[in-house]
């Protein structure tokens, strides 16, 4: 299939993932929600199998009856008095998914160069955070709802600069993997730049730009 249907599709299965979360927002609209959502599934999935490598698509399948069953079996024994927690687990493990998909993309950079590179990068990145912060509030949030924590607010000592330590050493990881391993795409794009400030001027009055790329070329 055409990359242009393909990047359309997913496109089109975004916004009607969109739609879906709006319609679930309302009870009256609870009912149009599920079926976009399903919809915009169902494309998305398409895509992804027209798109994916054929040596790999049983797998694909294989992991699509897991969670089918998985899915099947859990709503049918689920009451509706627990949905909430069910809901909560079942979040969890959206931000599980982010961080492998940011692990596996990271994995296969070695394909982009440049620019494209930068924001592959930041893309896993904010990924990776975003996925792991939900992973691990949505647990709790599933285990105060089932009762096994207390649902009282933790007090302990210096807890608000715990979590600013927690931020800036994840905002230093972050920051570790996108210089480390945007060396080369940061030197392109710097060359880049100073051809540009550059150009058609033989006078130094575009020095401060060309030092400045040297530096981060460097």
């Not at 927002?25 to 054929?54: D, P, V």
């Amino acid at each position: 299939m055409p990359e242009g249907i393909i990047t359309v599709a997913y496109i089109l299965s975004g916004a009607l993932f969109i739609l879906s979360l709006r319609g679930l927002s309302h009870q009256e609209t609870a009912r149009k929600g599920n079926l976009y959502g399903i919809l915009g599934m169902i494309i998305a999935i398409s895509a992804t199998l027209f798109a994916g490598n054929t040596n790999t698509l049983w797998i694909l399948i294989a992991v699509m009856i897991t969670g089918g069953v998985i899915g099947l079996v859990v709503a049918r024994r689920v009451a509706m008095t627990e949905m909430p927690e069910l809901v909560a687990i079942l979040h969890s493990f959206v931000g599980a998914s982010a961080v492998l998909v940011g692990i596996v993309s990271h994995l296969e950079q070695e394909t982009k160069i440049g620019s494209e590179l930068i924001i592959h990068q930041i893309e896993i990145v904010l990924g990776v955070f975003i996925g792991a912060y939900t992973f691990t509030g949505s647990v709790i949030a599933f285990l105060k709802l089932r009762g096994s924590i207390s649902g009282k607010p933790l007090t302990m000592p210096l807890r608000h600069q715990l979590d600013l330590l927690l931020l800036f050493s994840a905002g230093i990881c972050g920051f570790w993997v996108f210089f480390r391993y945007s060396a080369t795409a940061y030197s392109a794009s710097c060359n880049n730049f100073h051809c540009w400030t550059s150009r058609d001027s033989h006078d130094y009055g575009n020095w401060w730009c060309r030092y400045a790329c040297s530096g981060f070329h460097a």
